[in-house]
């Protein structure tokens, strides 16, 4: 089992800027990925980024030069900077980790709001 931890979130205006953070405990493979997924209200979750062990980055399209995905192996974090928020990237942003065994182990934190108002 993997247990995850997020801080940060929040209310910010439009412009502005916040950071995620997320921290794993538990049965950490050392290959694996993590990063933050959102889901606005009537909306399916979506990927936001992920960023691999090896630090290979993926970012959802409509915040690619906005946002940018870090991480700390020896402490298994992750942190998300998010910057020039928009409206639309209000949502409940999850952390999420996932590892390879066999099968994909899919893991979740519990959810952060992120409200960008206009």
């Known amino acids: 089992q993997v247990q995850l931890v997020e801080s940060g979130g929040g209310l910010v205006q439009t412009g502005g800027s916040l950071r995620l953070s997320c921290a794993a405990s538990g049965n950490i493979f050392s290959i694996n990925a993590m990063g933050w997924y959102r889901q606005a209200p009537g909306k399916q979750r979506e990927l936001v980024a992920m960023?691999?062990?090896?630090?290979?980055?993926h970012y959802a399209d409509s915040v690619k030069g906005r946002f940018a995905i870090s991480r700390d192996n020896a402490k298994n974090t992750v942190s998300l900077q998010m910057n020039s928020l928009k409206p639309e990237d209000t949502a409940v942003y999850y952390c999420n980790y996932n590892h390879y065994s066999g099968y994909v182990h899919d893991y979740w934190g519990q959810g952060t709001q992120v409200t960008v108002s206009s």
């Open positions: 960023i691999s062990s090896g630090n290979n980055t």
